[in-house]
């Protein structure tokens, strides 16, 4: 697979993550606890024996490029996963859709005279042998290869939609079209473009030419240049992501893949990994999904004061560097470096890192980005009508967000750190959900980075006096 080059699509903004993405690009939101969404994809080409890769930026990516800088580093000559910011190489343009990005970059193809070229998605949750698909891609000669999966019908609508013959030949690419083609075979079911190609270079090169010329071309693959491969004949094919085998997984298991490109579906993902057998198996010694290696010490469950009632832990991840004392966590995913204190309660909450959960609070279907404190007694997820007038972030399924840096004092609004205040404000996701009186803006200029997890400091007899002290406010404050 030397003679393919790979482009990793990471530009994208996930609008539809709202408060997550205002100041991070899709591909560099937290997944799980302890990874990025582009740790999968990077994940999948490093295990199926790519080493020369090429990710393209553009909307947020300090946070990305910051991870991909200090994480994600090849050693062998003549192997690199190289960030490619937008640079206006073909005009005073940036990227004007997912075709004019790899374009706009054509000559890093041509320089690694590659023969074929993978362009994937970095903004998926998923898992894929990628060597599979490019050895079935080169055994049929094709043109394309477009990685598919089905869903029922009903469904179909919501995605690009691959038109197959009996062999698996693409006769018709639409994006989401009101009535979808179904299988050959199966009349109920129709199959689902993953938005991951496989193109032979000449091919694609001469699409992609006669597309930045078309003034009425929106420059998107799904949309343009994979209809023009077909009007001219190019020979197109399927890859069925349901065949796709990874090494180390039990016979029969399902492939996976995620979209997550809503709250709740992200939401919904991420607690899915907390389920007794998650469908996406992060234990498989042969597919480790690689990620920052940090240096926080193991999770600690701890007795409050030493003599303070049990921690009670059911069907939740906990990630290193985190402290549970004489709490009571069910079905949650809390990330590293945070804090759940004595006496608080947390169901069924994904909790990203950096967080301080406050003394006897109750918690259930929260949504904490990084560094959120929540103060002590404070109750969120019990009453969804205080809720939607109280936070001005709540999902169609009552689920709360907090954008990071979020301070949660027991009552009134919540105090936004003033760095993401600015941007949620500019945001024309966020800017019209913002409420007046949902929201304030810390008065001490605190900043979103500041995590708001374990200190030292919190450990010595002053501090332990303290926290007895906090416990038994909020308890006397959540008496009738």
């Known amino acids: 697979m030397n003679d393919t080059a790979v482009m990793i699509m990471a530009g994208g903004r996930g609008s539809r993550l709202g408060p997550l993405t205002v100041h991070r690009s899709k591909p560099a939101v937290p997944f799980g606890g302890r990874y990025r969404i582009i740790d999968f994809v990077l994940s999948n080409f490093i295990h199926s024996g790519y080493r020369r890769v090429y990710v393209l930026t553009q909307y947020m990516a300090s946070s990305l490029i910051r991870h991909l800088n200090r994480t994600w580093r090849l050693s062998g000559f003549g192997e690199f996963i190289e960030v490619v910011p937008a640079q206006m190489r073909a005009g005073e343009f940036w990227y004007r859709g997912t075709a004019d990005a790899v374009f706009q970059n054509v000559n890093l193809i041509r320089d690694q005279r590659a023969s074929h070229v993978a362009v994937f998605g970095g903004d998926h949750v998923y898992k894929f042998a990628v060597d599979q698909m490019d050895a079935a891609h080169r055994a049929r000669g094709a043109d394309l290869t477009v990685a598919a999966f089905p869903v029922p019908r009903s469904q179909a609508h919501q995605f690009g939609i691959i038109d197959v013959d009996a062999d698996g030949r693409i006769v018709g690419f639409v994006e989401k079209p009101d009535n979808p083609p179904a299988m050959p075979g199966r009349p109920d079911w129709s199959l689902v473009s993953m938005g991951n190609y496989l193109f032979r270079s000449r091919a694609l090169e001469e699409a992609l030419a006669a597309d930045v010329v078309d003034n009425d071309s929106a420059h998107d693959f799904g949309r343009d240049v994979i209809p023009r491969l077909l009007r001219s004949g190019a020979r197109a094919w399927i890859y069925d992501f349901g065949e796709n085998q990874i090494p180390g997984e039990p016979p029969g298991t399902a492939p996976y893949w995620r979209d997550v490109g809503t709250i709740d579906s992200y939401f919904e993902s991420n607690m899915e990994l907390r389920s007794g057998l998650p469908e996406l198996n992060l234990y498989n010694r042969n597919w480790r999904i690689h990620t920052a290696q940090r240096d926080y010490p193991p999770a600690r469950f701890v007795r409050h004061d030493g003599n303070g009632p049990e921690c009670v832990v059911e069907d939740s991840m906990v990630c290193e560097g985190s402290i549970v004392s004489s709490a009571h966590l069910e079905k949650v995913l809390l ?129 332990a006096a303290a926290e007895r002290d906090e416990t038994a406010r909020a308890a006397t404050a959540r008496e009738p």
């Open 335 to 463: 990330g590293y470096d945070c804090f759940v204190h004595a006496g608080s309660s947390v169901r069924e909450c994904v909790i990203l890192s950096g967080c301080d959960i406050g003394a006897g609070a109750r918690l259930c279907r929260v949504m904490l980005d990084k560094n959120c404190k929540v103060e002590p007694g404070t109750i969120i997820g019990e009453d969804p009508e205080a809720d939607h007038r109280r936070f001005p972030f709540v999902t169609d399924r009552g689920i709360v967000v907090l954008p990071k840096g979020t301070h949660v004092p027991r009552q009134g609004p919540i105090q936004l750190a003033a760095d993401v205040d600015d941007m949620l404000r500019n945001d024309p996701e966020t800017q019209p959900l913002l409420r007046d009186g949902t929201y304030a803006v810390s008065s001490h200029g605190r900043h979103s980075f500041l995590s708001s997890g374990p200190r030292y400091l919190k450990y010595g007899p002053a501090a």
